[in-house]
């Protein structure tokens, strides 16, 4: 059963200096890199996904600007697919599904950001479509959200999206965990 990693918004925007910093984004871009690393190594397939905003009113990610940039941690190689998305779920009206069927894929490891928005939805839609799903806990990264008065902090969002996400959409692990059942 192949086996592809699925890198999600790991953008410019996202870490200090970007329109949308995100809290653990420069540790979790380490981590997915060590993930990309070790499946560029087996020659296993890698698949980027970067946001474009063209939603009006929006304030990241925008065409033009270096937010929209690929962070230089997982720099895409020319021969590893980018796919760019509008919506939270990177399969909704892209070629993702459709890469990963040529591919043979049938599991996908999925890293990246925003653990709340686009890593959820993307782990739940591969779900559904039915792909095996791996998510690499310490390779995502999210922020502080309120609800009413009350701030939550990220940790806590981190947490209580993997803990869903791990009850019954995915196996979570962390990339240490990735390497050894890669026998790495």
Known sequence: MATAL????IQNDYFHGGRMELEGSEEASAKARAALELFRSRKMPVIHV???????GATFFLP???GLEPHESV??????PVVVKHYPNSFRETRLRDILSEIGAQRVVIAGMMTHMCV?????????????CTVLHD???????????????????????LA??????ANVVGTDELRRLAGA
């Open 6 to 9: 699925v890198l999600i918004d």
């Open 164 to 169: 869903a996400l791990g009850a019954a959409t």
């Open 75 to 80: 720099t895409p190689r020319p021969d590893e």
């Open 139 to 161: 390779a995502c990264a999210t922020r502080s959200l309120a609800f009413g008065s009350r701030v939550v902090a990220a940790q806590d969002v981190q947490a209580a999206f």
């Open 64 to 66: 033009g600007t270096e």
């Open 120 to 132: 959820d939805a993307t782990t739940r839609a591969a779900l559904d479509l039915g792909f095996d």
């Open 50 to 56: 970067n946001h474009l905003s063209l939603r009006p």
